[in-house]
């Protein structure tokens, strides 16, 4: 068994943010039991009622409660991962309360109902829970933890950049790099036994690298020198010292209990968390202290990236004055494009932020924290997956044959000519849930499936509850692309926010689009050369963490067959 902190780190930020955000008024609400031990029994369970459909005994105080039993249900959460919510969810219905230590959460768990908070009540409910005091500047302005106005207009201006035409136009760059995976594969002295989910993660960094920073990370390039995703390398001081502030950033965000004591005191004792960070940051040695020297470092060194694109900028537009247009066919990156679409006053005349340089380089970060592990899990995942299923893998490799041109598919070829493959990385998606939680918060009261919610109260969507349900996956254990077909009956059938990997309504995932590229660039060129089995080395069944996001707890090891 994990420690409770594994269970906290489910998803990125969520969890976190959530988990320590100020306690909320839900004393005051009904409280029956939960079955699972004697200390949940004592705990407040239920939300207050509209009306009395679904109504059982209240039970017990609260407050005195959680005074006694501080840890809430995180015992729950560490012993069974995500799963504890499908438990729940089918004892007491689809909207239930659970206690994050002493933050309550109302948990939604079915399509309608995270259709109803991510969509028809999206108005009161459009931002993530309350990030805790430790999170920094540089996570906390990015889109992912900001709020309200400064949220819908900073994914106003950032939105055209993850449109299809600028995507089309990184395939070049994400094909190289899908090159060097291959490559690694082929090099790997061991091929009884090659660290997939390693390889996956070098391949994702270093396409973050180019496409959201304009540097080479080279980690692709160098992914036999080193055990570490993040290390390997070679010639730039200032890239290998960036992905060592990018890594411990990572361990700090976990908001683990093994990370700071402003984080532990958070979960337990809310209240003195702010102030015992304050303290502590000033503390040399403390993590504190190294949490916010590392993030300092970071600030500066994305800054001076920054400042550099604004002098390419002003070099362009001068050698476009000279009548030298040099080479305007490669695609911006990020930060360039940003910094381009703020000065045309881009998001299509919507509303608009003046951004700063601290959300430009929170932004750009951002895309290393949420488009990483994601992506380079999801691509492991459809690989292990299709190693163990043959009539898959036969089906898969006829569809990736048929593609002819000895070159990779375009933008349109890989929208049209890989239906099938769509369905495996749907399949894949919903088998290994990268985020089985969503976080949400109401900025007003509000009335879900008729219980009232107060302003302020953490709702969080429970994809991975969906993604198990019978009623709309028949025999969810059962790993079956054919589910998603166009013309498959269950398809058809099917909830629409039935499945929803990248979340749902405005605020859902806007790298779904890059990510989905990325994967399905690096399927064709993987399965071009090779199949795969999984190694023997591989345990079995497959062991999870539940980190930031999913991970695999001892990642995948395959076994590779050449095509001829
Ligand atoms: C397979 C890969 C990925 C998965 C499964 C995934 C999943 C998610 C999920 C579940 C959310 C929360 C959505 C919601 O609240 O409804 C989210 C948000 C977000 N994701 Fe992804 N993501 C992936 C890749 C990426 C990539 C590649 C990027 C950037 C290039 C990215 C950037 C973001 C951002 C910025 C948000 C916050 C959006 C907002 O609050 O407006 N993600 N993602």
Request: proline letters at 6%; aromatic letters at 8%; glycine letters at 6%.
């Amino acid at each position: 068994m994990r420690t409770t902190s594994d269970a906290i780190h489910l998803t990125l930020y969520k969890l976190a943010g959530a988990a320590l955000a100020e306690h909320q008024n839900f004393e005051q609400l009904g409280s029956p039991s939960l079955p699972h031990g004697p200390v949940s029994k004592l705990l407040p369970w239920r939300l207050q009622q509209v009306s009395m459909v679904h109504s059982k005994p209240a039970l017990l105080c609260t407050k005195a409660c959680l005074l006694l039993f501080p840890i809430g249900h995180l015992h729950l959460l560490a012993k069974s991962g995500p799963d504890v919510f499908r438990a729940i969810a089918k004892e007491y219905g689809p909207i239930f309360r659970f206690h994050m230590g002493r933050q309550p959460l109302v948990i939604v768990a079915n399509a309608e109902l995270c259709k109803e908070v991510g969509i028809k009540k999206f108005k009161d409910i459009r931002n993530r829970s309350t990030p805790p005091p430790t999170v920094g500047s540089l996570h906390q302005d990015a889109l992912f933890l900001t709020r309200d106005s400064t949220w819908s207009a900073m994914r106003n201006t950032v939105v055209p950049l993850y449109q299809p035409a600028r995507l089309a136009g990184l395939i070049p760059v994400m094909q190289s790099y899908v090159d060097a995976l291959v490559a690694n594969i082929a090099g790997y002295p061991d091929q009884d036994c090659v660290p997939f989910c390693q390889l996956s993660l070098r391949m994702a960094i270093d396409i973050i690298g180019k496409t959201a920073f304009g540097i080479e990370f080279g980690l692709s390039k160098n992914s036999m020198d080193s055990g570490s995703e993040t290390d390997g390398s070679e010639g730039d001081d200032d890239v290998r010292e960036f992905l060592k502030e990018y890594k411990r950033s990572m361990e700090f965000i976990k908001m683990d209990l093994s990370s700071s004591l402003s984080t532990i005191l958070g979960l337990f004792l809310p209240c003195v968390q702010t102030p015992c960070r304050r303290l502590l940051r000033r503390v040399p040695g403390t993590a504190d202290y190294k949490m916010s020297e590392n993030e300092r470092r970071l600030c500066r060194r994305i800054d001076a990236i920054i400042a550099h694109r604004r002098r390419d900028r002003a070099e362009r537009r001068r050698t476009d004055g000279d009548g030298d247009a040099g080479d305007r066919s490669a695609p911006l990156d990020f930060i360039a494009a940003l910094l381009d679409a703020m000065e045309n006053g881009g998001g299509g005349g919507k509303e608009l932020v003046q951004l700063e340089d601290r959300h430009v380089r929170a932004l750009a970060y951002e895309h290393l924290i949420a488009g990483t592990k994601t992506t380079a899990f999801t691509l492991s995942s459809v690989v292990y997956l299709v190693s163990s299923h043959p009539s898959v893998e036969e089906k898969l490799l006829r569809e990736l044959d048929a593609f002819a041109p000895p070159r990779a598919p375009n933008a349109d070829e890989l929208q049209t000519m890989f239906p099938y493959l769509d369905q495996v990385i749907k399949e894949a998606m919903r088998f290994h849930l990268v985020s089985p939680l969503i976080a949400r918060q109401t900025s007003e009261r509000v009335e879900i499936a008729g219980y009232v919610l107060p302003k302020g109260a953490c709702v969080w969507l429970a994809p991975g509850v969906l993604a198990r349900d019978a009623g709309e996956f028949p025999e969810p254990e059962e790993f079956r692309p054919e589910r998603f077909a166009a013309e498959a009956e269950e398809e058809r059938a099917r909830h629409p926010y039935a499945h929803i990997p990248f979340g749902v309504g405005p605020r859902a995932c806007i790298g779904h689009k890059f990510a989905l590229q990325q994967v399905k660039l690096a399927v064709v060129g993987l399965y071009r050369r090779y199949v795969f089995r999984h190694a023997a080395a591989m345990e079995s069944p497959i062991q999870f963490d539940f980190d930031l996001v999913l991970a695999f707890r001892h990642g995948v090891k395959l076994r590779t067959i050449r095509r001829e």
